[in-house]
């Protein structure tokens, strides 16, 4: 539940938060269909680890990608590139 009040506002504002990092508006438009485009290759990926690991180790392992993601997005300077492929890829 926290986690989707924390993901709510990221994803309405994410354009503008990529823009004051740096990046173009044309490469931050691109975050949020990469960012959706990622959701259905990351559950199938964790749909079969989830059926490997433990239960416990399954969310609390999403919950570190999540802030790790966070992360790097409120620190990431430098590469804007890095930062749009990253980013996609974890949050999704």
């Known amino acids: 539940m926290f986690r ?3 993901k709510a506002p990221t994803q309405v504002h994410i354009v503008g938060i990529l823009q ?4 173009d508006i044309a490469s931050a438009s691109l975050v949020f269909p990469s960012w959706l485009g990622m959701n259905v290759p990351s559950k199938l ?7 490997r690991l433990p ?3 399954c969310p609390g392992g999403g919950m570190l990608l999540y802030a790790a993601s966070m992360l790097l997005l409120i ?5 804007a590139l890095m930062l749009l492929i990253s980013f996609a890829t974890q949050s999704g």
């Open 45 to 51: 990926f964790f749909g079969f680890v989830g059926d």
């Open 20 to 23: 004051w990092k740096g990046l």
């Open 4 to 6: 989707q009040l924390a």
């Open 75 to 79: 620190f990431c300077i430098g590469n």
């Open 55 to 57: 239960k416990p180790v």
